[in-house]
């Protein structure tokens, strides 16, 4: 676990050295991730019905929103962030899930209202810090989730 | 920017596409993936990422 932020934090203070060409990378490559994969385990997925479908398109979608929680945390350990930025993500990011756990459908609005929302509310200070990993996250939902 | 690094921007996304294709062969011998269980991989998804909000949040009062 402690290895896996670490990469995080690699990856986050890679993307922030680099700017614009890692991050472009970086959104690609978890847009092309985010499509649902063609097996699980092995197991095909080809047979599945509209419900399988959007239920692993939201584990792909998870998987993208914890990207930014991750890096909150690891951020906020490594006295990158304060703590306070760190709970308003991760607190943001436990809204997100329960709206997506508790919606039958139509969660897409409101959890892309919930991440717009988030970047107001993160200090001046860390914006710069989590802003790229939440447009990436809004690109992802946008483009998966119809 | 270091050249090296501009040559690694370029060729990961080829990398993990081909890595991605790797991974994504399904198993023939394996029957496919049912709605209940990916609904359940979902639902265990959910679960275990809201687990890690609230013990980090409970831990950062």
Redesign the interface.
Known sequence: MRQQLRSLYLAHILTMT?GG??LG?AM??TV??CAI?????????????A???Q??H??EV??T??II?DAA?YA?VAKVTP?TT??II??A??SI??V??EATGGWKATVLEILTQLKQHIPEADRAHFVPYIDAAISVIKAVIQ | MNPLITVALQQLPAVIAAIQAHRAQANPDLPPLTDAEAIAICRQALDSTEAKDDLWLATHP
């Open positions: 680099l060409v890692c990378v690609a490559t092309a991730s994969p063609a097996s699980i385990a092995g197991r095909s997925t080809a047979q599945l019905t419900p399988g479908v239920a692993l939201i584990v998870v998987k929103l914890d929680r945390i906020e703590t760190a709970r991760v607190t990011h436990k899930i329960e997506v756990r």
